[in-house]
T-cell receptor, first 118, second 113 residues
Framework: KAGVTQTPRYLIKTRGQQVTLSCSPI?????VSWYQQTPGQGLQFLFE???????NKGNFPGRFSGRQFSNSRSEMNVSTLELGDSALYLC?????????????????FGAGSRLTVL | QKEVEQNSGPLSVPEGAIASLNCTYS??????FFWYRQYSGKSPELIMF????GDKEDGRFTAQLNKASQYVSLLIRDSQPSDSATYLC?????????????FGTGTRLLVSP
């Protein structure tokens, strides 16, 4: 079973440009979450998509956006890049919830897209 | 106060020892707790999850949960150099009716031969 695939793996952009990152979840998984990871802040939640709908959003500016397609593949876009956007962007898919009540997503992460903004 | 707090470490233990990693969380409504391991340059991978008070064992790993104290821990028995990594604690948090996983910044574990 193929894992979570993220493309591109590495990219370099300059300030003011925009970038689009892609994520293909594990087959059958309908939930896709995006996280930003930086050395100082750790993993920060960006947003979650389920069946083409954004279910939850983190505390990031509107320059960060995403979408999900009918085949569950997801993209995230960052416009007007800033130096502080340099980070590892991780996508995670989920097909299993565990725990009590409505449970929690068990996340499987992709290898990430490392973005460097110059 | 951070939603999920971990000591950044590094926590250094000799090979064969027990490594104890700790995590506290602020939201009493959180009910599911996860431990992920992240090797340098790699993405996080799930070790185990727990949602009932007490201990849960999986091989050399034991997760411990105390909801009254809002405390989660991970014990690694018979630590191996290959266990050297950053361990991330994650807690589910409900927001606008849906849940998300909130991660701590991780504890770096170093196991020396």
């Amino acid at each position: 079973k193929a894992g979570v695939t993220q493309t591109p793996r590495y990219l370099i952009k300059t300030r003011g440009q925009q970038v689009t990152l892609s994520c293909s979840p594990i087959s059958g998984h309908r939930s896709v979450s995006w996280y930003q990871q930086t050395p100082g802040q750790g993993l920060q939640f960006l947003f979650e998509y389920f069946s083409e709908t954004q279910r939850n959003k983190g505390n990031f500016p509107g320059r960060f956006s995403g979408r999900q397609f009918s085949n569950s593949r997801s993209e995230m876009n960052v416009s007007t890049l800033e130096l502080g956007d340099s980070a590892l962007y991780l996508c995670a898919s989920s097909g299993l919830r565990v725990g009590v009540n409505s449970g929690a997503n068990v996340l499987t992460f992709g290898a990430g897209s490392r973005l460097t903004v110059l | 106060q951070k939603e999920v707090e971990q000591n950044s470490g590094p926590l250094s233990v000799p090979e064969g020892a027990i490594a104890s990693l700790n995590c506290t969380y602020s939201d009493r409504g959180s009910q599911s707790f996860f431990w992920y391991r992240q090797y340098s340059g790699k993405s996080p991978e799930l070790i185990m999850f727990i949602y009932s008070n007490g201990d849960k064992e999986d091989g050399r790993f034991t997760a411990q949960l105390n909801k009254a104290s809002q405390y989660v821990s991970l014990l690694i028995r018979d630590s191996q150099p290959s266990d050297s990594a950053t361990y991330l604690c994650a807690v589910n948090k409900f927001d606008t009716g849906f849940q998300k996983l909130v991660f701590g910044t991780g504890t770096r574990l170093l196991v020396s031969p």
